[in-house]
């Protein structure tokens, strides 16, 4: 027998509704390897004290895994120790920068910019905070038919007043790859700083986040094979150093007097509490199985199975796909449609019933897809991971056409 990827993936091995299934939501979470779920347990029975603690053998372990994995993730995505924050997830991490450094910068007639496209992870503590200090939000509004950001939109947008750029490097919903060096150039010419939110590009591509330039990026484990509870808030380090601590209390303190406190510089300041550190070993493990799959052979891989979905979805009859359908424009990771006059919701009911999991619904951008008008304001999503296969593509075009039949519209 030969090896397959989804061997390594115990999850994937298993019947649903008599059917094999077919696992098509890596966007909202992907399945772990055996190697990441190992990591886990092994922290779990050798060590498993609270780190940065106890002077015994247990908690030294515990120390040393949890130190040596934020090492281990600083160096996959480029950064430096002291700049890789770990958090519960991306929208901490967009949380953490949003409470302590907007403060320092958004004042009344101030603006923040961000695309309409943003998961609410990236929307919404932008309104609250802009709300609050008397910042404008102000959006970048994407050409419908290709789900890019237009040139005029930065230009206009950009301005002086411009204290925050925030945006993913993939949206959720449209795939595509927004750009990067366009945003992060016109947010530094007038002295903005930008926050990457790298949630859905991070499983599919190398990402050198000293190389490309963004202040802050913020992405969660759960979605590039780690386990879930484990995220990353990376900082450039003099931004880390002014910002104030987001939550206070045990390990990120230096001294406490009866009146004052002296916290640890970053990461520690940012990180109160008990770590996550099954959490912490888990995703260095999870990078450590990426780069032993490697990232040349992984976008070969997706880059076709993405290719062959999308010319699937356009040539499948009383299908709509939604953003770019321009197979040669790399999309990353999802495809976004919907069934003709079928709510995304039966259309996802009835794939399950063949075993085949996608996820239907707003895909938490409910902003971009009013802007977009598409029918029932809601969406599927077939998304993809490092185990798809042809297969399994071939599958979800295969039973599509059963939606409409089931709902008796004909095909
Ligand atoms: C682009 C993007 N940003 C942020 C998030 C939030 O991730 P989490 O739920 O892990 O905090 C998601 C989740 O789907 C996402 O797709």
Same mark, same amino acid.
């Given at each position: 027998?030969?090896?397959?990827?989804?061997?390594?993936?115990?999850?994937?091995?298993?019947?649903?509704?008599?059917?094999?299934?077919?696992?098509?939501?890596?966007?909202?979470?992907?399945?772990?390897?055996?190697?990441?779920?190992?990591?886990?347990?092994?922290?779990?029975?050798?060590?498993?004290?609270?780190?940065?603690?106890?002077?015994?053998?247990?908690?030294?372990?515990?120390?040393?895994?949890?130190?040596?994995?934020?090492?281990?993730?600083?160096?996959?995505?480029?950064?430096?120790?002291?700049?890789?924050?770990?958090?519960?997830?991306?929208?901490?991490?967009?949380?953490?920068?949003?409470?302590?450094?907007?403060?320092?910068?958004?004042?009344?007639?101030?603006?923040?910019?961000?695309?309409?496209?943003?998961?609410?992870?990236?929307?919404?503590?932008?309104?609250?905070?802009?709300?609050?200090?008397?910042?404008?939000?102000?959006?970048?509004?994407?050409?419908?038919?290709?789900?890019?950001?237009?040139?005029?939109?930065?230009?206009?947008?950009?301005?002086?007043?411009?204290?925050?750029?925030?945006?993913?490097?993939?949206?959720?919903?449209?795939?595509?790859?927004?750009?990067?060096?366009?945003? &992060?150039?016109?947010?530094?010419?007038?002295?903005?700083?930008?926050?990457?939110?790298?949630?859905?590009?991070?499983?599919?591509?190398?990402?050198?986040?000293?190389?490309?330039?963004?202040?802050?990026?913020?992405?969660?484990?759960?979605?590039?094979?780690?386990?879930?509870?484990?995220?990353?808030?990376?900082?450039?380090?003099?931004?880390?150093?002014?910002?104030?601590?987001?939550?206070?209390?045990?390990?990120?303190?230096?001294?406490?007097?009866?009146?004052?406190?002296?916290?640890?510089?970053?990461?520690?300041?940012?990180?109160?509490?008990?770590?996550?550190?099954?959490?912490?070993?888990?995703?260095?493990?999870?990078?450590?199985?990426?780069?032993?799959?490697?990232?040349?052979?992984?976008?070969?891989?997706?880059?076709?199975?993405?290719?062959?979905?999308?010319?699937?979805?356009?040539?499948?009859?009383?299908?709509? &796909?939604?953003?770019?359908?321009?197979?040669?424009?790399?999309?990353?990771?999802?495809?976004?449609?919907?069934?003709?006059?079928?709510?995304?919701?039966?259309?996802?009911?009835?794939?399950?019933?063949?075993?085949?999991?996608?996820?239907?619904?707003?895909?938490?951008?409910?902003?971009?897809?009013?802007?977009?008008?598409?029918?029932?304001?809601?969406?599927?999503?077939?998304?993809?991971?490092?185990?798809?296969?042809?297969?399994?593509?071939?599958?979800?075009?295969?039973?599509?056409?059963?939606?409409?039949?089931?709902?008796?519209?004909?095909?």
């Amino acid at each position: 027998m030969t090896y397959k990827i989804s061997d390594d993936f115990p999850v994937l091995n298993q019947m649903v509704n008599g059917h094999r299934l077919v696992y098509l939501d890596s966007a909202a979470t992907s399945m772990r390897p055996v190697q990441v779920l190992g990591a886990i347990d092994e922290f779990y029975k050798r060590a498993g004290a609270n780190p940065h603690r106890g002077l015994y053998d247990l908690a030294q372990r515990s120390t040393e895994a949890y130190d040596g994995s934020r090492a281990v993730v600083a160096s996959f995505v480029g950064a430096d120790f002291e700049e890789t924050i770990f958090t519960r997830n991306a929208s901490e991490s967009l949380n953490l920068v949003a409470y302590s450094y907007a403060p320092l910068v958004l004042t009344k007639g101030s603006n923040i910019v961000i695309p309409i496209s943003e998961h609410h992870s990236n929307l919404v503590p932008w309104q609250v905070l802009g709300r609050q200090y008397g910042a404008q939000l102000r959006y970048l509004y994407v050409d419908r038919r290709t789900g890019e950001i237009p040139d005029s939109e930065i230009e206009q947008k950009i301005d002086k007043n411009t204290k925050i750029v925030a945006f993913a490097h993939v949206s959720n919903v449209l795939g595509g790859l927004f750009p990067l060096a366009k945003l &992060v150039a016109a947010a530094k010419a007038v002295g903005a700083i930008t926050i990457l939110d790298c949630a859905q590009s991070i499983p599919h591509m190398k990402l050198d986040l000293h190389a490309l330039d963004v202040d802050f990026a913020a992405f969660s484990g759960h979605k590039m094979y780690g386990p879930m509870g484990i995220g990353v808030l990376y900082g450039k380090r003099k931004l880390l150093e002014q910002m104030p601590p987001f939550l206070f209390g045990g390990d990120m303190i230096e001294d406490v007097r009866e009146q004052e406190t002296d916290f640890l510089p970053p990461p520690s300041k940012f990180e109160a509490g008990t770590q996550n550190g099954g959490g912490a070993v888990g995703l260095a493990a999870a990078t450590k199985y990426i780069e032993s799959v490697g990232w040349a052979a992984i976008e070969v891989h997706e880059r076709a199975l993405m290719r062959r979905l999308v010319e699937g979805l356009k040539s499948t009859k009383n299908v709509t &796909v939604i953003g770019s359908t321009d197979t040669a424009a790399p999309r990353y990771g999802v495809a976004a449609f919907n069934v003709n006059e079928v709510h995304p919701h039966d259309a996802a009911t009835i794939l399950n019933d063949f075993g085949v999991a996608i996820r239907a619904g707003k895909h938490c951008a409910h902003p971009l897809l009013s802007y977009l008008d598409v029918e029932f304001n809601a969406c599927c999503r077939a998304s993809l991971g490092i185990y798809n296969t042809a297969e399994d593509v071939d599958a979800l075009l295969e039973y599509l056409p059963e939606v409409r039949r089931r709902m008796n519209l004909g095909d």
